[in-house]
């Protein structure tokens, strides 16, 4: 399986997952739960850790890895005294399915989504999830029925399927969560206020830049060497490696059908304008 398939299909899967997080269907159903929706923070850390139940600070922090983890306590446990998990995954299930009926039309129910969700599923369900707790968190969910939601559900654990595997690529190169995004900004993968978001303080940066630096990973200005774009380059080749597996064993017919399949879905999405023209995986919306 030729890696650059392994991230066209994450690529291409990625934005039908996050429809989680900007949709305005979701978003009502954050508002409705008593979530407080702008920023759009206290909804993202229920929504993403839910499958996970009742976790606290110290967990979210350890799974979700960039975030600041002053930015994680101020919102978890607190998302769990508005609603409890199990609510809220209720209500993400409601609102992912209200927003791609919105965006996919009669298109919810024509035959080529129904095969992309049968493809979908297999790959998630041949997603080895030892040593990957997000990943497994929602594979441990049951499967919704309507195909939409069953390539999304797909869509979702392969992407934390990806995610875990990705801390571990960030582990095994020696960068600490705010050293990964710093050296990830520092190769033009999105404007280093992107990365700001995770709620990392001034100083925070400073003192991983100067590590990097040290490291021979970042020129003074801030920018990358060759080493560091050399780092950042293995990091993304052992994080497409890590999540090939379900793609190997699926196999590359079935793999590239898949992305036919989900490139008119994906670009119905993307057409919504409620992406981010940038974002911390280094993905910019076409």
Not at 186 to 208: L, T
């Given at each position: 399986?030729?890696?650059?398939l392994?991230?066209?299909l994450?690529?291409?899967?990625?934005?039908?997952h996050?429809?989680?997080y900007?949709a305005?269907?979701v978003f009502?159903?954050?508002?409705?739960?008593?979530?407080?929706t702008?920023?759009?923070?206290?909804?993202y850390?229920?929504?993403?850790?839910?499958?996970?139940?009742?976790a606290?600070?110290?967990?979210?922090?350890?799974?979700?890895?960039?975030?600041?983890?002053?930015?994680?306590?101020?919102?978890v446990p607190?998302?769990?005294?508005?609603?409890?998990?199990?609510k809220?995954?209720?209500?993400?299930?409601h609102?992912v399915?209200?927003?791609?009926r919105?965006?996919?039309?009669?298109?919810?129910?024509?035959?080529?989504?129904?095969?992309?969700?049968?493809?979908?599923?297999r790959?998630?369900?041949?997603?080895?999830?030892?040593?990957?707790?997000?990943?497994?968190?929602?594979?441990?969910?049951?499967?919704?029925?309507?195909?939409?939601?069953?390539?999304?559900?797909?869509?979702?654990?392969?992407?934390?399927?990806?995610?875990?595997?990705?801390?571990?690529?960030?582990?095994?190169?020696?960068?600490?969560?705010v050293?990964?995004?710093?050296s990830?900004?520092?190769v033009?993968?999105?404007?280093?206020?992107?990365?700001?978001?995770?709620?990392w303080?001034?100083?925070?940066?400073?003192?991983?830049?100067e590590?990097l630096?040290?490291?021979g990973?970042?020129?003074?200005?801030?920018?990358?060497?060759?080493?560091?774009?050399a780092?950042r380059?293995?990091?993304?080749?052992?994080?497409?490696?890590?999540?090939?597996?379900?793609?190997?064993a699926v196999?590359?017919p079935a793999?590239?059908?898949?992305a036919?399949?989900?490139?008119?879905?994906?670009?119905?999405?993307?057409?919504?304008?409620?992406?981010?023209?940038?974002?911390?995986?280094g993905?910019?919306?076409?």
């Amino acid at each position: 399986m030729e890696l650059g398939l392994v991230r066209q299909l994450w690529q291409l899967l990625e934005p039908i997952h996050a429809t989680l997080y900007y949709a305005p269907e979701v978003f009502e159903r954050a508002a409705g739960l008593g979530y407080a929706t702008e920023p759009r923070w206290p909804s993202y850390f229920a929504w993403r850790a839910a499958p996970l139940g009742p976790a606290g600070p110290e967990l979210v922090t350890s799974t979700f890895y960039s975030f600041a983890p002053d930015m994680v306590r101020a919102n978890v446990p607190a998302a769990w005294r508005v609603a409890a998990p199990e609510k809220v995954l209720d209500a993400r299930r409601h609102g992912v399915d209200q927003a791609l009926r919105a965006i996919l039309g009669d298109r919810v129910d024509s035959p080529d989504l129904a095969e992309a969700a049968t493809i979908a599923r297999r790959l998630a369900e041949a997603a080895t999830t030892a040593g990957r707790p997000l990943a497994a968190a929602n594979a441990d969910l049951p499967w919704p029925d309507e195909p939409h939601l069953v390539l999304w559900h797909a869509a979702t654990v392969l992407r934390e399927h990806r995610g875990d595997g990705h801390v571990a690529a960030l582990l095994t190169s020696g960068l600490d969560p705010v050293e990964s995004l710093v050296s990830f900004a520092a190769v033009g993968a999105a404007p280093v206020a992107v990365f700001a978001s995770r709620g990392w303080s001034a100083s925070a940066w400073s003192a991983a830049e100067e590590r990097l630096a040290e490291r021979g990973w970042l020129d003074r200005d801030g920018t990358a060497t060759d080493a560091g774009r050399a780092g950042r380059d293995e990091v993304e080749r052992l994080t497409d490696e890590l999540a090939a597996g379900p793609y190997r064993a699926v196999g590359a017919p079935a793999v590239g059908r898949l992305a036919q399949l989900a490139m008119p879905i994906t670009m119905a999405v993307v057409g919504t304008g409620m992406l981010p023209t940038s974002s911390t995986l280094g993905l910019r919306r076409q």
